[in-house]
């Protein structure tokens, strides 16, 4: 589903990633993990085209992307949940469902405000109100739902967890385990162990724009050494 190989990136005269390659296979929850400032978000927006990859390649489903604007890379079934969720405050959750409405790809079912209420109950409930009216972890909700309505074939959360209390945490897992099971491919970049253990297949460890540890979740655990080198504060 995407192809990652040797990427690049700069910010003015910083070098912030360093030849960072992976794959996120169809179906299939990868995760982005290491300490704040290790290019996590980084890798997302150069996936994304948000950030211009110095070098290097980024194919989805076989179609070479890097270097294109971000609206045709999104165009072609990448979603994009940004860290800032970045809601529309004055719209009600039903219009910042339609700002993202795109028609479905041939093949897979159309996302509506009714499958999402389905996904996220607490949205279901309060679609007539205001953006700026909800919680944090509700406008998270809301930012995936809004991406989910351009009928994505790959999402990248950007921090998803972030600022939510655990109960709203545990309920995001749950979400994210639903879009796998519905064959939705999902990217994360996380700092936070517990949550990309509850939904991620594989690990990748990055650690000063490189990636220094890649495997299954199960055995990034299991791993002791590589946890306390790359990921303890």
């Given at each position: 589903?995407l192809?990652?190989?040797?990427?690049?990136?700069?910010?003015?005269?910083a070098?912030?990633l360093?030849?960072v390659?992976?794959a996120?296979?169809?179906?299939?929850v990868?995760?982005?993990?290491g300490?704040?400032?290790?290019?996590?978000?980084?890798?997302?927006?150069?996936?994304m085209g948000?950030?211009?990859?110095?070098s290097?390649?980024v194919?989805f489903?076989g179609?070479?992307v890097?270097?294109?604007?971000?609206?045709?890379?999104?165009?072609?079934?990448?979603?994009?949940?940004p860290e800032?969720?970045r809601?529309?405050?004055?719209?009600?959750?039903?219009e910042n469902?339609?700002v993202g409405?795109r028609p479905a790809p041939?093949?897979?079912?159309?996302?509506?405000p009714?499958?999402?209420?389905a996904l996220?109950?607490?949205?279901?409930?309060?679609m007539?109100?205001p953006g700026g009216?909800?919680?944090?972890?509700?406008?998270?909700?809301?930012?995936i739902?809004?991406?989910?309505?351009g009928?994505?074939?790959l999402?990248l959360?950007?921090?998803?967890?972030e600022?939510?209390?655990?109960v709203?945490?545990?309920?995001m897992?749950?979400?994210i385990?639903q879009?796998?099971?519905?064959?939705?491919?999902?990217?994360?970049s996380?700092?936070?162990?517990?949550f990309?253990?509850?939904?991620s297949?594989?690990?990748l460890v990055l650690?000063k724009?490189a990636i220094r540890?890649e495997?299954?979740?199960?055995?990034?655990m299991?791993?002791?050494?590589a946890?306390?080198?790359?990921l303890?504060?």
């Open positions: 589903m192809e990652v190989s040797a990427l690049h990136a700069h910010y003015g005269r070098h912030i360093h030849g390659s992976f996120a296979r169809e179906g299939e990868v995760a982005l993990l300490r704040n400032g290790a290019g996590k978000s980084t890798t997302m927006k150069a996936v948000l950030v211009r990859p110095s290097g390649s194919r489903r179609e070479e890097a270097g294109r604007e971000p609206f045709a890379i999104a165009r072609r079934g990448l979603g994009y949940v800032e969720r809601i529309f405050s004055e719209l009600t959750v039903a469902l339609e409405r041939a093949g897979l079912a159309s996302w509506t009714a499958r999402i209420a996220f109950p607490s949205l279901g409930a309060m007539a109100r009216r909800m919680s944090g972890g509700e406008q998270q909700m809301l930012t739902a809004r991406t989910l309505m009928n994505p074939r999402i959360l950007d921090e998803p967890s600022g939510l209390a655990p709203i945490v545990e309920r897992a749950d979400a385990l879009l796998k099971r519905e064959g939705l491919t999902v990217l994360i996380e700092q936070n162990l517990h990309a253990r509850l939904v297949d594989r690990a650690e724009g540890w495997g299954t979740m199960q055995a990034l299991a791993d002791e050494a946890r306390a080198a790359y303890t504060v």
